[in-house]
């Protein structure tokens, strides 16, 4: 049983990563080609480089801990996994990923990047870790 919600949780994360992927490339959106230019808008330049880092830091550790719960559910069978650990790691991509939309003007941009900061501390100890990212 355990398992069908791994094989389901790792279909989510496919299904949230194609949509997006659809999202961008749909005709309909702003700076697709219905509007009369064929060149796709240019996403907004960030230039909060040690945002940009920490995001790609916690994207890499959540690429990690995939990987490392599918082999122990490979090795071990779903039951060796807690039920919140998937869902968990794709609730922290999902806030990584629209920290990556939010226009830096948005209200809510301050306090993501307090979260992605605060959430990325559980990796303190990681050697790639940078101490400028505490909160």
Do not use: C
């Amino acid at each position: 049983m355990r398992t069908d919600k791994l094989a389901i949780a790792y279909q989510g994360s496919f299904h949230l990563a194609a949509n997006l992927i659809r999202a961008r490339r749909r005709p309909d959106s702003a700076g697709g080609p219905a509007d009369g230019n064929d060149r796709p808008t240019p996403l907004p330049v960030r230039k909060d480089t040690l945002m940009d880092d920490l995001v790609r830091f916690l994207r890499d550790r959540n690429m990690a801990d995939n990987h490392a719960y599918a082999e122990v559910a490979h090795r071990f069978g779903g039951d060796a996994l807690l039920d919140s650990h998937l869902p968990m790691i794709d609730l922290i991509d999902l806030l990584a990923t629209q920290y990556e939309a939010m226009d830096p003007a948005d209200a809510r941009h301050a306090g993501l990047a307090y979260a992605l900061k605060m959430l990325a501390q559980s990796y303190a100890e990681h050697p790639d870790y940078r101490p400028e990212w505490r909160p």
